[in-house]
């Protein structure tokens, strides 16, 4: 099929498509720009399959979206449909990492200070959230990686660059300013 259309341009093939409505001009569209796709969605997941998923459900978004709207710049806007669906799922990506991490945290927290209500619970785990996000940069990736991975220090310094006794001193340091923070935001919380 390729050689077949290949004098056709992608406008010509868009004009096609909305003309008669036929997907098998945007098939060979679609097909031209497959590896530009693979390329941006491996750039930003860094995970293959996550990648080659990610265009089969580009492909579609693309089929569902030019049914609706006209499109005159195909591969400035292909590659923005490509780049947005790959920031949705690094933003739900990290927004799981951080509920799961703040979870992990919050009852590390509740089991040193006792067992509070499930009402305090939801309220520590949003403060730890907040917490989590004012350490330095280098304490809150080993906290993340340690206690939301399951990262052992040797690992983490290999992720990382850091040394065993920077991982440890970081981990370390991060936990207590974690639960420093906390505690102070559950004391301003109480007095208002």
């Not at 001009?25 to 941006?40: A, F, N």
């Not at 580009?58 to 089929?63: E, S």
């Not at 005159?72 to 806007?77: N, V």
């Not at 350490?135 to 052992?152: A, D, G, I």
Request: hydrophobic share 35%.
């Amino acid at each position: 099929m390729r050689g077949k259309y290949q004098h056709i341009t992608d406008q010509e093939l868009l004009d096609r498509f909305y003309q008669d409505r036929d997907n098998e001009w945007l098939g060979v569209l679609l097909e031209r720009y497959t590896l530009l796709l693979l390329g941006v969605c491996m750039k930003y997941l860094r995970n293959e399959e996550q990648a080659k998923d990610s265009v089969q459900q580009i492909f579609l978004k693309v089929i569902q979206e030019l049914q609706k709207y006209r499109v005159d710049y195909f591969k400035s806007w292909l590659y923005m449909v490509a780049k947005n669906h790959c920031l949705m799922i690094l933003r739900d990506r990290q927004g799981k990492l951080t509920s799961e991490l703040t979870e992990k945290l919050a009852s590390a927290a509740q089991e040193e200070a006792g067992h509070p209500s499930l009402q305090q619970d939801e309220h520590t785990l949003s403060l730890v959230e907040t917490a989590l996000q004012e350490l330095n940069p280098e304490q809150q990736q080993c906290v993340t990686l340690f206690y939301l991975h399951k990262k052992s220090y040797q690992q983490i310094s290999e992720a990382t660059g850091f040394s065993m006794l920077q991982v440890k001193s970081y981990i370390q340091n991060g936990k207590r300013n974690l639960r420093i923070l906390v505690e102070r935001k559950l004391k301003e919380s109480n007095k208002t």
